[in-house]
């Protein structure tokens, strides 16, 4: 299908010229002359209007520096841009992913059985459905015991490996949906090149009990493929070296069959998936083969189904009341009219301790880009940088800087209203902490309530909260794999809606693609026996010799 360049101007070819975003630089100085404190006492039901849910999921904008005015002209913004109309193109299936041509269909990847979304020639719904079958199949089989390894016995660990997100959304929601996975069993992570990652994933385990997922849509990725030898290695060797163990104990996310087969995995336990969706969207493909195992088939379709509720949301609901646009409209007005550049994500959870470095890949790659659809410069800026830690244990570590360093960051706070487990006040006192936090960034404490309180006065100034610091707060029943599947679903269509904004190609990542290529031309002068004749910049020519010099003096 032809690209879609146009739906909706680019930021560099209209947006910012539009009268909607001068519209919000007008909207921003005003903001810039009046408080959190002050919009909170103007309007005593700020809260309830600035609140938005849908199917379980409370979003409380109350504390983010907007106003009625400036939501509507956010969502003015969001018109001119074109973003409904690149909505309806996502769901059809157009290649919105115009430097690859390609459909984006993360979407398709939860869409209902019996759903009929033909690309390209090909009903998409029908091939996502025929490999989750598989991949039920295959985990009900791990899971059982009915497939066992080589030696007969049982599988007891599962090592995936992969990188970006072939990695990063496994382990993030293996980690989230602990308490539903099978404690009898272990799931580790290997992504790093680091051979001392290997080390620490492979030195306790059996080979023999042990499964390995490798995912690489190419089977080519050097990180993947590297580590994914360093194991076949280690299994071969610890079952006697007999070849025969890697059909047992291997299966592969690929695409490229013939990679796959001269690795030594068995085709028939190659799960496939597609160009149309991009690592950082997909573990909930055959990329999360290794989740589904952890949590068995019935809670992987939770997730899905938590997914599927989101993009039915997206899909339905105006602008001013749908959760993911608001989300990603807010964080443009705090990014390019307030002056943000960082974002963080705080989850109140304990099991969300891989949520925060999930969403770096998800909103940097997607949206860190300087040029928009058509080539052009932005003419705005674009992407926060994205970072956070859980809580409380942030707050011990980073929360000075945002409640009194000169730095304002965002802050997205995440909460449950019930933990995964009761532990006398723990939760109680979890909440209240999440709350405080969020009140405190908002409303701060000024000299006056500072000496008001007993300060000695020369210790005023250190004790006074500016405020006035702009936070949402996501609050859910509990961590559960549908309400994961929401969270995730949220910050997807939030990284659309704001590459929709920006004009940019959300979808593509070329931007990794140097690194990769120029390390191809170091390897071999680090692996050298004699002295290589270096021909790079002066700085690597210098680090190559230093190292080379390190490692064999």
């Known amino acids: 299908m032809a690209g879609n360049q146009e739906r909706g101007p680019s930021a560099g070819a209209g947006v910012t010229a539009g009268e909607e975003w001068a519209a919000l630089h007008r909207l ?46 956010l969502v003015a913004l969001a018109e001119r841009a074109g973003l409904r109309e690149r909505i309806d193109a996502m769901f059809a299936g157009e290649h919105i992913n115009t430097t690859e041509d390609r459909a984006v269909l993360h979407v398709a990847l939860r869409a209902e059985r019996g759903t009929h ?144 087969a001269a690795f030594g995995i068995d085709t028939e336990r190659m799960f496939g998936f597609w160009d149309w969706v991009g690592g950082r969207f997909s573990f909930d493909s055959a990329i999360g083969l290794s989740l589904m195992i952890a949590v068995g088939p019935d809670h992987f379709d939770d997730l899905l189904a938590g997914l599927r509720s989101i993009d039915a949301h997206l899909r339905d609901a105006p602008f001013e009341r749908s959760l993911p646009v608001l989300m990603g409209l807010i964080g443009v007005w705090n990014i390019d009219f307030l002056g943000a550049s960082t974002h963080a994500v705080l ?130 029943d509990r961590l559960t794999p549908y309400t994961l599947g929401q969270l995730v679903a949220l910050y997807e269509h939030k990284v659309l809606t704001q590459g929709v904004i920006w004009g940019v190609d959300s979808f593509d990542q070329w931007g990794v693609e140097l690194g990769k290529e120029l390390a191809g031309a170091i390897v071999p002068d680090l692996e050298a026996e004699g002295a290589p004749a270096l021909g790079h910049d002066a700085s690597t020519d210098a680090l190559v010799a230093r190292a080379r010099r390190l490692r064999h003096a």
């Open 347 to 476: 989850p109140y959870s304990h099991h969300l301790a891989r949520f925060p470095a999930y969403l770096q890949q998800l909103e940097m790659e997607s949206n860190g880009k300087a040029v928009t659809l058509d080539g052009s410069p932005v003419g705005c800026a674009t992407a926060p940088v994205v970072w956070g830690e859980p809580g409380t244990n942030g707050q011990h570590a980073f929360y000075q800087l945002l409640h009194q360093g000169t730095v304002v960051v965002p802050c997205d706070f995440v909460a449950f209203a019930h933990p995964q487990h009761e532990e006398g006040r723990h939760h109680d006192l979890l909440l209240a902490n999440c709350f405080a936090q969020s009140a405190a960034l908002a409303f701060g404490r000024t000299a006056e309530e500072v000496a008001a309180r007993g300060a000695p006065a020369a210790l005023v100034p250190h004790k006074v909260m500016p405020g006035n610091r702009p936070s949402t707060t996501l609050l859910l």
């Open 28 to 73: 921003a100085e005003a903001a810039r002359a009046t408080t959190l404190r002050d919009l909170f006492d103007a309007d005593p039901d700020r809260a309830d209007a600035l609140t938005v849910e849908h199917d379980g999921v409370t979003a409380d904008f109350s504390k983010q520096r907007v106003t009625g005015a400036t939501l509507a002209a």
């Open 117 to 260: 979304l033909v690309v390209d020639g090909r009903d998409v719904v029908a091939e996502v459905h025929e490999v989750l079958d598989r991949m039920r199949s295959f985990s009900r089989a791990v899971r059982d015991g009915t497939h066992t390894g080589h030696t007969g016995r049982r599988i007891r660990n599962v090592i995936n490996v992969g990188i970006g997100g072939s990695d990063l959304g496994p382990a993030m929601a293996t980690t989230a949906l602990l308490p539903y996975t099978d404690r009898s069993m272990r799931f580790r992570f290997l992504s790093n090149v680091d051979g001392d990652e290997a080390w620490e994933v492979l030195h306790d385990l059996d080979p023999a009990e042990t499964l390995v997922i490798v995912s690489s849509k190419t089977f080519t990725t050097l990180e993947t493929v590297t580590n994914a030898r360093t194991v076949r290695r280690w299994l071969v060797d610890g079952l006697g070296g007999d070849e025969r163990a890697v059909a047992a104990h291997f299966v592969a996310v690929s695409t490229n069959a013939a990679e796959v």
